[in-house]
């Protein structure tokens, strides 16, 4: 999951980009409205997260322009004012979600999945397919009843796969989403990946659950 | 038994209670009601006082008149011959004066007392106890009030004096029933003009007291209301209007306060959410002390902007209490400038920006060393942070009438027009620099609250993108 953090202020941006990185998100960074604005509206990103005093183009007009634009990617703000009329007008911009600064970090993150969710069928914090479990909020991933360890980047190709479950996507929809903005792409990699996930999920297991599709991706599915 | 805990009801002020006389006496209603009524009683006691006498005067100048009519008829009736004395009276002119105690009375007598005639009516009573010439009020046979008049007159050269009196019992009555009808219909005129005064002094204070609960409407939430000044009556507009401006300059107040406050509690969030953004990330996971100690440098630098802000907040609301202590010294002007550039030095060091001095001129007043150095620096600071790469800052210092002026012109990106008036306003920063040059936003407002305790001013002019000028004032003498 790829998410943009919008922050002028440079610790927190920082604080931000590291907490959500170590929870395997992919995470841009960018210090003012006008490159924040420019990247919501030209990069694919599952989340953003929009601070709204922000230099040179605020908060609430990045968020009217990326509207303007159809892109429906959620938005969570991120205010340092409390003021009623503050939340109200950032919910009828467009935004998804607030959270007040300052905020608590497992709070914010619970937000991000919540918001990650809405996206897609899933609804709840544990995403199952077949008797694979992925537990969203802890990050640990079960099958038949058994742990399985993921690194960060498995983990995070995985639940990528399980959000859009049943569907097929792209490797440049992977690239797009897992990966940061300044990522080198090169898409061998993500087969490199899904060998590894493989070997880890499906190996050993009768039922395989991720499978190829022939020029256009893979998919994460229990029926055949 | 159960105890019932009674709680005293607070009576609201405009309720009307058992009021004490020097309440009442304080209520415009009473006094004005008073006032009406004293008036009133003092005029219809002076109009009947008046009234009555009137009438007395003219019911009596008539029976006078009579009086004297009948007088002049009488006296033509006596006659003088060869020393007799000559009454003559027909039984016509006798008419009244032959039916005893009809009101209607004559006696005639000579000088010396000797009585001559006498109307029948008088029988054996007489009017003559009496000598002086004149008009008399006394009483009648019958013990009625008589209107008498005694004139004295000759004829051929005897000398007699004529009675000639008339019962004025009805005119009397005529008197007292009207004595009667003032002493009744006033009080009652009084009393109805009193009822009535009570009403229109409430009536007159009505709007007055809507006006009250118009205003008990206002509270601090709700600020912005106004009393409609075309709703009340002419003579309530210009309080209703001088209401309504106090209430502007109260609601503008109000308004900045609380801009303060959460234009306050927003720079302090910021770096509250570093530390704690930080903290949280930190204890997420084990990790190599190189990592605590960025986490704990990031806290460390928060901290500080943290205790900076707070440390100039509070700075600024003593100026605004002026419960900040000044040192009254004499300080050499030039000597505080040259502290200043010293200490900014590193920081335009930094920013590869050239600070000269020119033309400093010697100058000595008495302020506060410290707080003057404070002053320069925050000018200093901001025109060394808003200039461009490779710009410089220029400070003159000249002597000026009464003013001591030091300038501090910059190469900077200049204000713009509609921003100069903000530039000492708490927390403005220019949007274009948010973020991207640090500060609280308050150095100049403290700039400015140090000059105006000094009994100067700093004014400012700019040319955007060309560079700004700060002119500070300081009285040489204070």
Do not use: C
């Amino acid at each position: 999951m790829r998410i943009l953090v919008v922050e002028d202020e440079k610790a927190l941006a920082n604080n931000l980009k590291k907490g959500l990185s170590e929870e395997g998100y992919s995470v841009d960074v960018a210090y003012d409205g006008e490159e924040g604005g420019f990247m919501a509206e030209t990069e694919p990103y599952d989340l953003i997260i929009l601070d709204i005093m922000l230099p040179k183009v605020d908060g609430f007009t990045i968020l009217k322009n990326i509207r303007k634009q159809k892109i429906k990617t959620p938005v969570l703000m991120l205010t340092a004012r409390d003021t009623v009329s503050d939340k109200i007008k950032g919910l009828d911009t467009g935004a998804d979600d607030y959270i007040t600064k300052p905020f608590d970090f497992d709070e914010l993150l619970a937000r991000v999945r919540a918001l990650l969710r809405r996206k897609g069928e899933v609804k709840t914090a544990i995403i199952t397919i077949g008797d694979l479990e992925i537990n969203t909020a802890g990050h640990q991933v079960r099958r038949g009843g058994t742990d399985i360890p993921l690194s960060a980047r498995e983990y995070a190709l995985l639940e990528y796969l399980a959000y859009n479950k049943g569907k097929v996507v792209s490797r440049t929809n992977i690239s797009e989403h897992i990966y940061e903005y300044d990522f080198d792409l090169d898409s061998n990699i993500i087969d490199v990946y899904i060998n590894f996930l493989r070997n880890k999920v499906d190996k050993g297991f009768e039922k395989k659950l991720i499978h190829t599709v022939r020029g256009a991706g893979y998919i994460l599915k229990s029926d055949q | 038994m159960i105890a019932i805990n009674r709680r005293p009801l607070k009576t609201h002020p405009l309720t009307p209670g058992p009021w004490p006389l020097t309440t009442m006496l304080r209520s415009i209603k009473t006094r004005l009601f008073i006032w009406l009524i004293t008036s009133f009683t003092v005029i219809m006691a002076v109009l009947g006082i008046f009234l009555y006498n009137r009438l007395d005067v003219i019911v009596m100048d008539s029976v006078d008149h009579l009086l004297s009519d009948k007088s002049e008829i009488l006296k033509g009736l006596v006659h003088v011959e060869k020393g007799e004395v000559e009454f003559e009276i027909s039984e016509v002119t006798a008419g009244d004066y032959s039916i005893k105690n009809s009101g209607h009375y004559f006696e005639l007598i000579d000088v010396t007392g000797v009585p001559l005639v006498k109307s029948k009516s008088l029988g054996n009573f007489t009017l003559t106890a009496i000598r002086v010439a004149g008009i008399h009020t006394t009483t009648g046979p019958a013990g009625e009030p008589i209107r008498l008049l005694i004139e004295d007159f000759s004829v051929n050269n005897e000398r007699f004096l004529i009675y000639v009196a008339e019962g004025i019992t009805a005119d009397i009555n005529l008197l007292r029933s009207f004595k009667l009808f003032l002493s009744i219909v006033f009080p009652l005129t009084i009393l109805i003009s009193g009822l009535g005064s009570i009403v229109i002094v409430w009536l007159s204070l009505r709007p007055l007291a809507s006006f009250s609960s118009q205003i008990g409407r206002i509270t601090e939430k709700r600020l912005h209301e106004r009393v409609d000044a075309n709703d009340v009556d002419a003579e309530l507009k210009a309080l209703a209007s001088s209401f309504n401006e106090t209430m502007d300059r109260l609601e503008k107040a109000f308004q900045a306060q609380r801009d303060f406050l959460s234009d306050a509690s927003h720079e302090l969030r910021t770096p509250t959410s570093v530390i704690k953004s930080t903290v949280d990330v930190a204890l997420r996971r084990e990790r190599p002390v190189e990592e605590y100690r960025e986490a704990l440098e990031t806290i460390k630098t928060a901290t500080e902007r943290m205790g900076g802000l707070i440390d100039r907040l509070l700075r600024l609301s003593r100026l605004d209490a002026e419960q900040l202590k000044f040192k009254n010294e004499n300080i050499s002007l030039k000597d505080v400038l040259e502290i200043t550039l010293k200490t900014i030095s590193p920081l335009a060091q930094e920013r590869e920006i050239r600070v000269n001095a020119e033309k400093i001129e010697e100058i000595v007043l008495t302020g506060d060393k410290d707080q003057l150095i404070e002053l320069f620096l925050s000018i200093l600071d901001n025109s060394i942070k808003y200039n461009r790469p490779n710009g410089s800052v220029t400070v003159s210092m000249t002597r000026s009438g009464e003013w001591a002026i030091t300038r501090i012109m910059d190469t900077g990106i200049g204000i713009a027009p509609e921003a100069l008036d903000k530039v000492f306003a708490r927390f403005y920063r220019a949007d274009l620099s948010r973020g991207e040059i640090a500060g609280t936003g308050l150095g100049l407002p403290i700039a400015k609250g140090i000059a105006e305790s000094h009994g100067g001013r700093i004014e400012v002019e700019s040319e955007f993108g060309k560079g700004t000028t700060f002119s500070v004032y300081l009285p040489l003498s204070k």
